[in-house]
């Protein structure tokens, strides 16, 4: 498994459960890592990102809260908003083109 996909897999992990204050330390603590890579390591940031994106249908975009909408609602509100207040210009570009290709990171 990658990195990118193991730091997916934790962000996901962390994100499923909507009480951050009984989530294990390790698992919030791994959860986190991904905000930290978005200033630390940018381009880790964005391969994971881009991780957690692609696991998610369309269907996610439906009237009903789903784990999707949380998962996706957060990346954006955390990791992504941290690599695009660190290094927009470097990763505008990508992001804007990965926006097109698709509705879940338009």
Known sequence: MTPAN????EWIAFQRNPNCNTTPHEISDRGFALDQLAMDDP?????AIL?????????????????????????GAGPLDNLLADHADEFITPIEAEARRGRRLG
Not at 6 to 9: D, E, F, G, K
Not at 43 to 47: E, K, M, S, V
Not at 60 to 65: A, G, H, P, T
């Open 51 to 75: 991780a957690v994106v692609s696991r998610y249908a369309d269907h996610v975009f439906v009237e009903d809260r789903t784990e999707a909408k949380r998962v996706l609602g957060m990346s």
């Open 43 to 47: 381009h880790l940031a964005w391969a």
């Open 6 to 9: 193991q730091i997916a897999n």
